[in-house]
């Protein structure tokens, strides 16, 4: 291309003069074009990678500076997802919040809604009943085998092996299949509520639940005979995106990240909640702390959560799945009826035709919600990428005064620079794959 | 400061301004809670957290009497009420004494009281900063609240002690306009650059979008009617 062409052409690089010699801003385009005779013998690149980049999970946006294909700084920049989730909570019920808490994190709905849920039931000074919490608990372990799912194929999907991506989507369909026959949605479920859960399990989950743990477990091993032994798949995990216990510890880092490092904490057997003590299960850890570890542990991860499963759904006993204070429990009685799923035929006769004081006690509920007395408390669920956090503050009323999130994603976010700097730029790829982070709960 | 009075606004059921007859509000009054007040918990707190207290009471150059201000053991869970300036040195002694050893900050977030009790805008402890701290050998929590008023919201960094602690700081002075003292780079994170104001605090507005039907418009959340 003569150097006549390059000055008419729109998208040619333009240059700078700067304290620290020429800057060129490149969009595109072919290298040999780009420079017109006069490339530097030293050259610094800063790349913009992301935040509409596909293989940053979404609107993660790095700031990279490469001498030749080597990292010498990464900068991750956030917040292209905020949404104002924790702001919006102070301006609904108690209840509503659990509508906002499941849309963070969108790939572990029912852990946001779970933790929510427990730090409001620690307030209120309640438990939810046995059945409920074991239902929790399931529908936990379905949610965090159809996260590692996810996990598996896109990271899969970046790092060039299509069918982990089509075998992890395949797989984490039939999660959201069992997900969607207990809640009635895929995602976003707001199914697990202040007191308990919305509703009791449908007719034949038993069955479909032992079929789906079955399907799962040949899935799981068609995987890891996929990818366990595939040289490609070691090459590109194995040394990579290296951290240590010490590091994870000093940045925050929880979940597969700190177990692959050799730490096992695991939140279900150091602080259990809803009964996590009575399940048989183990905590997977490797102790190479790259990205092939957390890759070997998230898989060990899904067997372990398919095995609580099982379990769960043997010690499944009849009872009520909310409490029963009617000055907490949702009174909306739901039936399947002719026209679709509503409220109860038997709950609208009693609110309409029986008693004005139910169908005051309904408006309430329903318009106005319950009151938490004030306080503050701090509840941690272990969700598939580390410990979920919730620090909710009560100012005695009907609203929530401050919900605060601490989302896994986010403060695991802070190791890409630890991760990636030193490495070759092909492998910040996979440095973020290992860290699993999910936008939607970093940026809430 | 007045926090601490029982909340004369509401009648009798925990009722303000909704004109609720139905009683259904209960008889739980909405106490300015543990959170909200100045009280102090007595001793034993139980569990472990006596236990904590003492060693942080035997810590050398009482580093416990010049720091903490009041402790608060609420729903199974202690807080220590720290000032700003002693705040370094304590989680230091917290995570590297042997019989402590809180390694790991899980948590730091801002909290504003404004209009809870009777905290108003220019009180000097209207801005709260929990930290919580884990420990992970003893399995423990703790929390650590220093406050702060919007006059002057300087609080010290923590990210010395605890790395994990910058983008939970920047977060913090995103939204609630904390200024950490000694942060490597206080920077808005979840917000533009260029974005004016705090959004987490109770007084920012909250503006709305004017739908208009027919001539009504929806007003912002914040000047809604609400039933509480």
Redesign the interface.
């Known amino acids: 291309m003569s150097t006549q062409a390059t000055q008419t052409d729109p998208y040619a690089a333009s240059s700078r003069e700067t304290t620290e010699g020429r800057v060129y801003t490149v969009t595109g385009g072919d290298w040999e074009s780009t420079f017109t005779g006069d490339i530097p013998a030293e050259e610094r690149l800063v790349v913009n990678m992301g935040p509409q980049h596909p293989s940053t999970h979404g609107v993660l946006r790095l700031v990279l500076d490469l001498e030749g294909e080597t990292v010498t700084k990464a900068r991750a920049v956030?917040?292209y997802l905020?949404t104002?989730i924790?702001?919006n909570t102070e301006?609904r019920?108690w209840t509503q919040g659990t509508t906002f808490v499941t849309r963070m994190d969108y790939l572990s709905p029912l852990f946001n809604e779970t933790a929510y849920c427990l730090g409001v039931e620690?307030?209120l000074?309640v438990e939810a009943p046995p059945r409920a919490q074991t239902i929790r608990v399931l529908l936990m372990e379905i949610n965090r085998v159809a996260s590692h799912w996810v996990w598996l194929a896109t990271g899969g999907l970046e790092l060039g092996s299509i069918t982990a991506m089509t075998n992890g989507m395949r797989a984490r369909e039939k999660c959201l299949d069992i997900l969607e026959l207990v809640t009635g949605l895929r995602l976003n479920h707001a199914f697990v509520r202040p007191g308990g859960v919305a509703q009791d399990l449908p007719e034949g989950f038993e069955e479909r639940v032992r079929a789906w743990a079955d399907g799962q477990e040949r899935e799981i091993e068609g995987v890891r005979k996929l990818l366990v032994g595939q040289p490609i798949w070691q090459r590109r995990l194995k040394g990579v995106g290296y951290l240590n216990v010490e590091g994870c510890?000093?940045?925050?880092?929880t979940g597969p990240l700190l177990r692959a490092a050799g730490?096992a904490?695991d939140l279900r057997k150091?602080?259990p909640y809803l009964g996590y003590e009575n399940y048989d299960f183990e905590v997977p850890t490797h102790s190479d702390g790259d990205c092939w570890s957390r890759f070997v542990v998230r898989v060990e991860e899904m067997r372990q959560s398919v095995r609580i499963v099982r379990q769960a759904v043997d010690r499944l006993e009849p009872g009520p799945v909310m409490v029963q204070d009617k000055?907490i429990a949702w009174p909306a009685q739901l039936s399947l009826g002719a026209d679709g799923l509503g409220n109860s035929l038997e709950h609208v006769k009693h609110i309409m035709g029986q008693s004005m004081e139910a169908l005051?006690?309904h408006f309430?509920?329903v318009?106005?919600?319950f009151?938490v007395?004030?306080?503050?408390?701090?509840t941690?669920v272990e969700s598939p990428r580390g410990?979920l956090?919730m620090?909710l503050?009560?100012?005695?009323?009907?609203?929530p005064?401050?919900v605060?999130v601490?989302d896994p994603s986010?403060?695991n976010?802070?190791a890409i620079a630890a991760l990636s700097e030193g490495g070759l730029i092909a492998d910040v790829i996979a440095s973020i794959a290992s860290i699993d982070p999910v936008m939607g709960g970093v940026?809430? | 400061m007045t926090v601490g009075q029982p909340d004369n606004d509401s009648g009798m059921f925990g009722v303000s301004g909704s004109g609720d007859t139905s009683g259904f509000g209960g008889l739980v009054r909405a106490e300015p809670g543990a959170a909200v007040v100045g009280h102090s918990t007595e001793r034993p707190y139980g569990g472990y957290f006596d236990e904590v207290a003492d060693l942080l009471q035997g810590a050398p150059g009482s580093l416990f009497d010049n720091s903490v201000t009041r402790v608060v053991v609420d729903r199974g869970e202690i807080t220590f009420f720290v000032r700003p300036k002693h705040l370094v040195a304590l989680c230091q002694h917290l995570r590297d004494d042997a019989n402590l050893r809180f390694e790991f900050c899980s948590s730091v977030s801002g909290v504003d009281y404004l209009d809870t009790g009777s905290v108003g805008v220019d009180d000097p402890d209207r801005l709260h900063v929990a930290y919580h701290l884990t420990s992970m050998t003893y399995r423990r929590r703790i929390r650590l609240e220093v406050t702060a008023g919007v006059a002057d919201p300087h609080i010290p960094s923590v990210t010395g002690v605890y790395p994990t602690a910058d983008w939970q700081e920047r977060e913090t002075w995103d939204m609630f306009g904390v200024i950490f003292d000694g942060h490597p780079a206080l920077t808005r994170i979840l917000m533009p650059d260029d974005w004016a104001g705090h959004p987490q605090r109770k007084d920012y507005p909250l503006g709305g979008v004017p739908v208009e039907y027919k001539g009504a418009t929806i007003p912002p959340p914040d000047e809604r009617r609400v039933y509480q």
């Open positions: 956030i917040g905020h104002g924790e702001k301006y019920n620690k307030l000074g510890l000093a940045l925050g880092i730490l904490w150091t602080e000055k005051i006690h309430k509920l318009t106005e919600g009151r007395p004030a306080g503050q408390v701090y941690v410990e956090g620090h503050v009560s100012g005695g009323g009907t609203r005064h401050r605060h601490r986010f403060v976010l802070q940026d809430r």
